[in-house]
């Protein structure tokens, strides 16, 4: 079964940057899509960067500009530079598949906390 960690996440102020990394068990080279998402407290799990085999990247308008979604399929790793960070960022991060949601578990993700 396909396994997700996160890290990289941590308090930061507003204005900082943070570098998350999500490691899987298994080669993602097969994987067309995979993505990062983010849950506040309270709100519904959202999908906040896209980045396809083939290069394609897609961001929320939220995150757009500032976060950067990059993989590095010989290392199994997706990451996300986050610049310009505010406190409407703080959340757990979480990278998968979007297509296979229904086959990959959920990482434990890692917590952001912006303040201001």
């Known amino acids: 079964q396909v396994q997700l960690v996160e890290s990289g996440g941590g308090l930061v102020q507003a204005g900082g940057s943070l570098r998350l990394s999500c490691v899987v068990s298994?080669?993602?080279?097969?994987?067309?899509?995979m993505g990062w998402y983010r849950q506040a407290a309270g709100k519904q799990r959202e999908l906040v960067a896209t980045?396809?085999?083939?290069?394609?990247?897609t961001y929320a308008d939220s995150v757009k500009g500032r976060f950067t979604i990059s993989r590095d399929n010989t290392k199994n790793t997706m990451y996300l530079q986050m610049n310009s960070l505010r406190p409407e960022d703080t959340a757990v991060y979480y990278c998968?598949?979007?297509?296979?949601?229904?086959?990959?578990?959920w990482g434990q993700g890692t917590q952001v906390t912006v303040s201001s």
């Open positions: 998968n598949a979007p297509a296979l949601l229904k086959y990959i578990s």
């Open positions: 298994e080669s993602i080279f097969s994987i067309n899509t």
């Open positions: 980045y396809t085999r083939g290069g394609t990247t």
